[in-house]
């Protein structure tokens, strides 16, 4: 990293240029969730909802495991944008594209026991069992591609983007939603039909995105094979990998054993329980554009070494978060009932959702701290940290629900959950401060 400074300004506008597409942009992922709940849950089964619920988590804990791929490569690729490296800034992508397609066919040769296991973990009825099983056959085709479009969102986020990952996603999450609807509502293919949308959506925007990378880097010269493979490059790259991979598994456990906790209580809690994880899907996709404009610029700032550029991306993108957040919570607790109708035509479980609604609707203002904190961590490549202050909120979070759920049931449940996002959010909080004075210098070198 070159000793210079590489001054530049962040302000509101610059922000909202790379919160706001992906705002958009992610908000359609748990639109896309709803979507297929609903399609579903309209046949009118509680186990076909939990059948889809429990092959979600299985495949969030595959891609969430390899979201470093995302996350990672948009850290690497804004520093090396700060530091003006353009030659790195192409050799990312490739190593991001490598590791993508060789985890996407080892996860296609080994599905037999990531099924079973899966199965084995999180239980349910053979109702939801043979649901999910089926879910999971068709929907393993896709995992190359899935894996790809996280590297190339994460290349393009890292460059500043943001338009065009907002095109990536909408036309993955648009093309998911409407074969959704079109195979299970038109052709009848049920839970298949939702698995064979989301692989076509999943494969088109791959061919999508490499077509934009070939046209961005038309022209230019690409890095030799020996600086793809530099070991000590790749070593980095596979560091900061090795421990957003850690905390990924860890916040997908986390929620895979919240559904399996939730699938011991019985179909109907599990639907209502999966139906509710929707709310805070959209919360959290609701914060993330902001979270990820602090991926960008602080990355950037690290690559520049510019200290005020970091200081400003955190301040703002903070109190944006918290304003949203507090917007969300209203929008939930006022629409709520209605999205929970929306999503379930059982009575039994519209009602049982409504119990307990009142923690889904709290979820953004409790994990919006989490949410800006992993962007600022993630930017920065502050991998250790990530992944240690993520145990010590999965530790908290298993013990609040061994001394929660024996006194209060499934709302101990929730709570627990709450006190795992909240737990997050402040003991990184913590660690910022230090991190930013070892990675920038001394107080005098703030206003170079």
């Known amino acids: 990293m070159p000793a210079a400074q590489r001054p530049f300004e962040v302000t509101n506008r610059s922000l909202l240029t790379l919160a706001i597409p992906m705002t958009l942009a992610y908000l359609s992922t748990p639109i896309l969730g709803v979507v297929d709940t609903a399609v579903i849950g309209q046949l009118g089964s509680a186990a076909l909802v939990g059948g889809i619920a429990v092959g979600g988590i299985i495949f969030d804990l595959l891609f969430t495991t390899f979201n470093f791929l995302r996350s990672g490569t948009t850290g ?36 037999w026991p990531i099924i079973e296991t899966g199965i084995f973990l999180l239980g349910g009825s053979e109702e939801v069992q043979a649901a999910t099983r089926t879910y999971f056959s068709w929907r393993i085709l896709g995992t190359a591609f899935a894996l790809s479009n996280y590297a190339i969102l994460g290349w393009y986020l890292g460059l500043g983007r943001a338009g065009v990952g907002l095109v990536l996603q909408s036309v993955l999450n648009g093309a998911n939603i409407a074969l959704s609807i079109l195979f299970v509502m038109g052709f009848g293919w049920g839970v298949s039909g939702v698995a064979i949308g989301t692989v076509i959506a999943e494969a088109s925007t791959t061919v999508l995105g490499l077509l934009l990378v070939w046209r961005h880097l038309r022209g230019a010269r690409l890095p030799s094979r020996q600086r793809i493979f530099n070991r000590k490059r790749f070593v980095r790259m596979l560091g900061v990998n ?54 960008q610029i602080v990355g950037r700032s690290l690559g520049a070494r510019y200290r005020p550029a970091f200081d400003r991306a955190v301040r703002l993108t903070m109190t944006w978060g918290f304003a949203l957040a507090g917007i969300a919570t209203v929008a939930f607790w006022i629409g709520g009932p209605w999205l929970i109708d929306l999503m379930t035509t059982s009575e039994t479980v519209r009602a049982t959702a409504r119990i307990y609604m009142i923690w889904a609707v709290l979820t953004p203002l409790l994990g919006v701290m989490a949410f800006q904190m992993d962007g600022v961590f993630i ?46 959010g402040i003991s990184l909080w913590a660690m910022c401060g230090v991190r930013a004075r070892e990675a920038f210098g001394a107080p005098e070198h703030r206003h170079g």
Not at 267 to 272: C, F, G, P, Q, R
């Open 76 to 111: 690497l690729t804004a520093q090396a944008m700060g530091a003006g490296d353009g030659k790195e800034l192409r050799a990312i992508l490739l190593r991001a594209l490598i590791v993508a397609f060789v985890a996407g066919f080892a996860m296609f040769a080994l599905q």
């Open 242 to 295: 090795r421990d957003i991979m850690i905390r990924s598994f860890t916040v997908l456990f986390a929620f895979a054993f919240f559904t399996s906790r939730g699938a011991a209580q019985g179909d109907v809690m599990l639907a209502a329980n999966s139906i509710l994880q929707k709310f805070f899907m959209v919360g959290g996709y609701f914060l993330d554009g902001f979270a990820t404009a602090a991926e």
């Open 379 to 424: 930017g920065a490549t502050w991998s250790r940290d990530m992944r240690n202050m993520m145990v010590l909120s999965l530790v908290l979070y298993l013990v609040a629900y061994v001394v929660l759920f024996p006194l209060m049931g499934n709302h101990g449940l929730w709570l627990a959950l709450e006190i795992f996002l909240g737990a997050r």
